[in-house]
Structure formats: structure tokens, C-alpha cells
């Protein structure tokens, strides 16, 4: 008897043993293991935490701001001019050399005011821009005292004449122009191209006094032809809203130019139809947001190819001038511009 109970409880530890070892095996192939509710909640929460410990913070990159809806945008375009042929009047050394006495031109304010619209859904639109500008110089005198015309008496050609010239007591540049641009636009993720009518008007005046008379001209030239554009932003730089700009525009107009020249000695009028170029461009920075207010400040250059000068001329000793190669020197000479431009706007 005693035997028989000493033999059960020895079974009973040996059958606790088993489960125990049981329960601490994992669970056979096939098998799902079963997770009491508390032991489910602490695995999620250390995955979580697995989680988090491995993100990390991606750099935060915004596109270009939307152009979509009507704007208007005025510019304040301050540039100098630039003659390829810069001559206020002849001067003349004590050894008889002919030089030339330029103009001093200086920054100039003009305004420029844009009008336009981009289809929200197709990021095609038109604007429409016009640009004056008007600037005046004046220089002198020219005489034996300073120097500038020594000796013998000399002669001005700019298709009139004007001899026998000792001394000039003031000569005066006026340049006058008007631009206006008529395009279609479309939206290409950063970029923007443009493609239009471009036509322009251009006004010179130069008068020369002096102790022989007046020296008289006018350039005119009015032309037309295809423009076209293309405009880049960059995306956000330093702060939200704040982007670099760049646009370059290339127009290839065709036109009529006049010259009008009126001296004591000879008048001269001519005309001609021709082409005319022009690039121009810019390069800054721009702060927009999504609609709303709008600003941008940048360098921009212009070139006009074939425009004219009326300050070309020739000069000469006595009545030895002429105005064989006026012609062609005040029809075909270049202009160009080269300044800053600070503009604000607003698209709604």
C-alpha cells in the first residue's frame, strides 16, 4: 500500500515536469501560436517603438508655385543705354587728329506694365506688355579754350553738313522707345514658354549748335515680327516662396527706318526697309506664393541689332567732310541696354 502511494506521486511530478518543458517549446509548424490579451498589447507597443526608431526625416521639397488665375505686374526698369557708335560731336588735336566726344548716359527710370492670364486646367494663357522708355544727354562745349577743337575749323556730316566749325556750344541726344508684346503662354512644370507678336517704335533726335548753325537729325524706325520666350523658377530657396528666376527673349521684326537731316550747308533725307534684332534677358530672384501678392528683383540686358544711330557721323577737316558712308553708319549701327528691374504684382 505504502508503495503504491510513493509510485503516484511520482508519476503526478513527472506529468507537471512534461507540461512545464511543453509550455515553454515554441509552437510546432502549423501551428498559431495564442497570445493572452495583455501579451499582445506589450508586443504591439515594442513594434511601435521598432518603428519609430528607424524614421527618419525626408528633406521637405516644394514645387514652383502655381501660376494659374489673371495677374498684372508692374515693372520698375532701370537700365543705361549703350550706342555701338557713341559720338556727341568731333574733336580735333593741336597735331590735327579727328577724334570723337561721346555722350554720358546715366540710369534711367522707365516703366513697364504686364497683363495676363493662365487657364487653371490647361496652364495655357496670353499676357500682353508694354515698355517706354525716354532718356535725354547733353554735352558741350567744344573750343580752342578747352581744347577739344585746336586749329583749323572742321566739318560735321550726319547726312547734312555743317562747315568751317571753331567752336560747339551744346549738342543734345534724345532717344525715345515703345515696346509692346502680344504672346500665348504655356506652363511646363517649372518652366514657361511664350510665343507672340512683338512690334516697336524708336525715336532719335540729335542737335548740334555752333558758331555755323545748327546740325539737325531724326531716326524713326517703327517694325513688327515673332517673339519668343522662355522663362524659368526654381524651387523654394532659404525661405517658403522665395525662388531664383531666369527668362531670355529673342524677336526678329521687320520694319521701315527714316532719316531726317536738316544743316546750313545741306539737308539730307533717306529711308529704308529692314530687319531688326533683338535679344534680351534676365536673372534674379522672385518671392510668390499661390496666388495673391507677388515681387521679383533681377539684372537684365537687352540688345537691339540694326536699330540706327543719329549720332553717327562723319567728320573731317574743313570742306573736306562728306556723307559717302553716313548711310550706312547711322542705319545699321546697334543699341543696347543693360540695367536692373524690380517688379510687383498681383494674380487673383
Do not use: C
Amino acid at each position: 500500500m505504502r508503495s503504491l502511494f510513493t509510485l503516484a506521486v511520482v508519476a503526478a511530478a513527472v506529468n507537471l515536469s512534461a507540461g512545464m518543458i511543453s509550455a515553454q517549446e515554441p509552437a510546432a509548424a502549423g501551428q498559431r501560436m495564442v497570445y493572452m490579451p495583455e501579451d499582445y498589447e506589450s508586443l504591439r507597443a515594442r513594434i511601435d517603438q521598432l518603428e519609430a526608431n528607424q524614421r527618419y526625416s525626408a528633406p521637405i521639397v516644394t514645387a514652383a508655385p502655381s501660376q494659374e488665375g489673371a495677374y498684372v505686374q508692374y515693372d520698375n526698369v532701370i537700365v543705361t543705354p549703350f550706342l555701338s557708335t557713341n559720338s556727341a560731336f568731333p574733336t580735333q588735336d593741336a597735331d590735327g587728329n579727328i577724334g570723337n566726344y561721346g555722350f554720358n548716359f546715366d540710369m534711367t527710370y522707365s516703366p513697364r506694365l504686364e497683363i495676363g492670364y493662365m487657364a487653371p486646367t490647361s496652364n495655357i494663357g496670353f499676357r500682353a506688355r508694354y515698355w517706354h522708355f525716354q532718356t535725354e544727354s547733353t554735352t558741350g562745349p567744344a573750343n580752342d579754350t578747352n581744347g577739344l577743337i585746336a586749329s583749323d575749323a572742321i566739318g560735321v556730316a550726319a547726312g547734312a553738313t555743317i562747315q568751317d566749325v571753331d567752336s560747339i556750344t551744346a549738342v543734345v541726344y534724345d532717344l525715345r522707345m515703345d515696346v509692346l508684346d502680344l504672346e500665348a503662354t504655356r506652363v511646363f512644370g517649372n518652366s514657361t514658354f511664350a510665343a507672340g507678336i512683338r512690334t516697336a517704335w524708336m525715336g532719335q533726335k540729335y542737335n548740334l549748335n555752333s558758331d555755323s548753325g545748327q546740325l539737325y537729325t531724326t531716326l524713326d524706325a517703327a517694325a513688327a515680327g515673332p517673339t519668343f520666350a522662355y522663362e524659368w523658377r526654381s524651387r523654394d530657396v532659404w525661405t517658403d516662396g522665395l525662388h531664383w528666376l531666369a527668362n531670355v527673349r529673342g524677336s526678329l521684326l521687320y520694319g521701315r527706318k527714316d532719316v531726317d537731316s536738316i544743316g546750313p550747308d545741306a539737308d539730307y533725307n533717306y529711308n529704308e526697309q529692314s530687319l531688326i534684332s533683338n535679344v534680351e534677358a534676365q536673372l534674379g530672384l522672385e518671392y510668390r506664393h499661390t496666388g495673391g501678392f507677388f515681387a521679383r528683383a533681377a539684372l537684365e540686358a537687352q540688345y537691339w541689332g540694326n536699330v540706327g544711330n543719329a549720332t553717327n557721323h562723319n567728320t573731317g577737316s574743313g570742306d573736306d567732310t562728306g556723307d559717302d558712308e553716313f548711310v550706312g553708319g547711322i542705319l545699321d549701327d546697334d543699341l543696347g541696354f543693360l540695367g536692373m528691374v524690380f517688379s510687383v504684382g498681383y494674380m487673383w
